[in-house]
């Protein structure tokens, strides 16, 4: 015979987090899934207990060390995007992993536990965030836009431009452009 | 010219008599000089003189010692007191002075001091000569060597007397040579330079009295002309401020005239700034004339008016720069201007008087001439007894050749029975003898054989003095167009009656107004329209104005009157209250004919009624489209949100429970689920249609390639799905509305894909083709001269060539529901947008086989 | 720190629309506080009370009694204290002109409504998620227009 299940995955981690973190004997609040705020610092100790407790369901305790990471990942990034001429002979996964000198696979699942995006995803954004910039701010055609940003056609662009903002790039030209007649007329 | 100009000119005279001044003042030092040079000469030829006496007295005196000396050698005079002892202060002396004499010649005064060391020795050897004891007899050789040595020194003394006179002498000639030079030369130059210096100031004398006497002359000319002159003649100089602006002007000169205008003397004004003296003339650009004269020297002329004592005076004035002031002539052109105007007014009136003159003998002469009357004058020709028996012409217009065929020259001085001997007969000579007689006015109306045809002629007799005037003309016109108008009279009544009918018809009346009589004929129609008997009140202003509505009366009123003021076409409305009391709208429209007023008047009440139901129904018919529109919008979200309702919710079942329940219940959920699915869809297609009826306005330049890429970007699931294999050539930019044409493209796309045939491999072809008007076979209006031709070609399951034009139908299906999920709507949305592009859709389709979609849009 | 919780309001005339955001947003694993307004006056009184934690989105539904969410739109961005606000449209409407319009009066986000609930947890996921990014990323949010 078999038995259907059905849990909530957040009320299982909540549960055992819960569990682990009676056995420390601080007083603590549970912020959503990823956080827990104590009242009193833990003792290194305390932490190392912890931290053993948790290791045994998948639990890992972040420290300021990898968000400090994430956000040299995101430096990382950004300054890939934006570089004029950047060294895209090679693909980014070896440009991040040289410059920060950690393994990509490991970069990579940092970043995606860490942020709510994969690094791809966060690219991706990056190029649009800086598309938008260049779409409002200059004359630059989207033929222009798309090769200076190293996309393959316009078609690609406008792809990746619609899937991320759902709206076409000349309609987002159109919206900003209108924003700023009304703000004029204002 | 220069050279004379120069010669005239005082200056040069000035000059002459300044070097004249000179060349005196040059003599005169020059002879100064040589009296004292001859002065100096003199003394020293004196003084030469004096040495010579002196040289004289000292040998003398030495040939006296000599000679006293030796006489008392020989006489052994022992008393002899050596007698040199007292010449020798003698000689001492004469030396002195001699040396005084000769200071400065270093020659003689050598000559003198030799003198006076001899003169030593001398006196040595005379006083050795006396202490030796002189004996007679002998005479010792001693002594006789002593007496040599005196001798010998008495010569050495008379040669260097010599010496010093040779000396002197020559300078004494060259003093000579000197003085006979200077005693030449000097007189000479003296007396001719003198001689020279008393022509020029002679020669300037002349002139200079000359001249002296001229400018004499020309003063008391100019005092003459000034004084004589009726022009003011004035010398201003001008007077600047700090900055060297000219500020004024001051009067240095002025004649006598000036007291005539001003009232005051010249020496009254002298010295006083000119704007003190005369007012006004800092604006009556006087002032400005003056400084500008004053600044560039051009001299100029103007005129300026001046008022002194309340009388306006108009002056030509002259102003010339003069030694930086400025000369000014002015003249009184006061009179000159009055007597100008009045002969011009004069001549004006002149001018006009002679052109009246002038147009009245034209007049005259266009009467007698032009009025295509013939005008005779014909005196009567009496027999003995007094009684007429002829006429003849004493003058006739040139219009006779024209009317009889006969030259007013061949006529005059002949009698009328000899020129037209038919007068006698058809009784208009009767009548002249009559009017002759008794003094009456008389006409004629008869019929002439004048040129080879009858004429009618009426002539009109009238006495003048003896004889009689005859005006006749050819009337024959105005009786034949006499009887041409009772034909058309009849006519018109034919054509009166005619218009009657259709002003009954037409609903129209009209009036004649004559302004001058104030007189007005209505037609029947009007009568009746006012719902009046024909004629039943007499047509005025007076009378109609019961007829017209109370509340139009005073706009009626205005419009006819701005009508007849302004003399346009007066076209207004008004209502009028007929007589049994109905409201009428009548449209009046007039206009003027001579001095006659021709109205028609409309009645246009059925018409205003129904233009206003018209209207009316317009307004309901765009207020019931508005609440059809907002109807629509309102319905369709309105029924959407129910409908998401049912849709998310069922999700909600099927996600969480859908595998607790029943087969049944999990079957009938997924039938909710789709038929949930398929309204939303048709109300979806419903409300996109809806909002196509709506005037879309706002074309722009698209690129139907970004179009059609974003089409594929939203179907990407169901074409990865399906496998279908989409082929698309370059596509154009057109002027379009953006998301209607990606609508277009979304649903003939989804369609191809939808209808897909159930074997691959799937194919979608899109192609493009640019095609000139004419060789479009399809037919569909066509307005541009070229179109785009957008085909989409699918090797799907097809269609029946007889269904091709059914498919764009709204609600048409050609499937099953349930083969075929579709709600009848998508393609004539695509219809519809192709027409508001201009363009023209079509479809050709074998079953089984495929389909083609055709897009015409205009290039 | 990465995982603070939202504070998010939603301002919906509709019961059911309201109950099933409610529960879109409990599944989803970002922490979040939500507070439900039944109309735009509502949402504008509370939202202009002193001293309360601003949220850091609001979603309005466009078709509201009293006051609807256009209206609130041009309030929110004409208020001092509000004009910053990340605003999200949450309507049924699906027409370009109103979506254009409500983005051209500032709107960040425009969501239609979903008719799956799974759909609507992703897209009220996705809203968040690029908010977030926005908010932690220097990505300008001037520029934040977010269409699902």
Redesign the interface.
Known sequence: MRVYVKFDFNKTCKTVLREQLDTLGIEYVIHGVGEVEFERPPTLLEMQKMANNLDRYGIEIMDDQQIALVQRIKDAISEWVHEEENPKKYNFSTYLSEKLDYSYTYLSSLFSETTYSSIENFIILKKIDYVKSLIINSEHTLTEIAYKLNYSSVAHLSAQFKKTTGLTPSSFQKIIQKRKERALMQ | MAVKKLVTSPKVYVIMLIVATALLMFIGSISYRQIVRLGKSAESVSRIIQVDMHINQLFTTYSQIQATELRYRLLQDSTRISSHRVHLSKTMESIKTLEELTKGRPKQQNIIHEIRNWQDSLFISLNHLKNTPFSKSVISDKEKEKVQKVSSTMTQLNLLRNQLYREEQSELTKRKEEYASQINFTPLTTLFLGMFALFIFVVSFIQINYLRRKTATAEKFLNGILTESDNIISYLKPVYDSAGDIVDFRIAFTNEKIESILGKSPGQLANINLSDAVSINKENNVFKELIQVAKDGIPREFNAYFIHNGIKRWFKNTATLMDNGVLTTSTDTTAEKKFTRNLKQLNKKLAVQNKALIQTKAFLNNILESASNTVSHLDTVRDTDGNIIDFKYLFTTKETENLTGRSSTSIIGKSISEVFPFVRENGIFNLMVQCANDDSIKTHKAKYYFMGEWKWIHTTLNKLNTGITLTSYDCTDIVTSKQELLELNEQLTIQNSILKDAEAVAKIGSYHWDLATGKARMSDNFYRILECEMNEFEPSVENYRYFVHPKDFNYFIESLKSTIDKKHDGNFNYRIVTKSGKIKHLKHSGHFVQNEFVGVIKDITKELKDAQTLKEKNLELKRSNTELESFNRVASHDLQEPLRKIQIFISRITEESIRNSPEKAQEYLVKIGSSANRMQNLIRHLLAYSRLNKNQKDFSLIDLNEILENTLEDLETPIKEKRVNITVTNLPELRGVAFQLEQLFNNLLSNAIKYSSVLEPRKIEIDCQKIKRKHITDEFQKKSSQYFCITIKDNGIGFDQSNAKKIFGLFERLHQKQDYSGTGIGLAICKKIVENHGGHIMADGTLNEGAVFRIYLPA | ?????LNIALADD?Q?DRL?FKEAIEEI???TKLSLFKNGQELMDYLTLPNIILPEIVFLDL?MPIKNGMQCLSEIRNHDKLKDLLVAIYS?????EDI?ET????ANI?IN??????S?KKAIEKAL??N??YH?????RD?F????
Do not use: A, C, H
């Open positions: 720190m990465p995982f603070k919780t509709d059911d099933l694993k970002i922490k078709n049924t409407s699906s027409s370009e254009e983005f051209v009066n500032g425009y409504k979903p008719n799956s609930f799974g609507l998620q690029l977030w990014q932690t990323s220097s990505l300008n520029n227009l977010l269409r699902l």
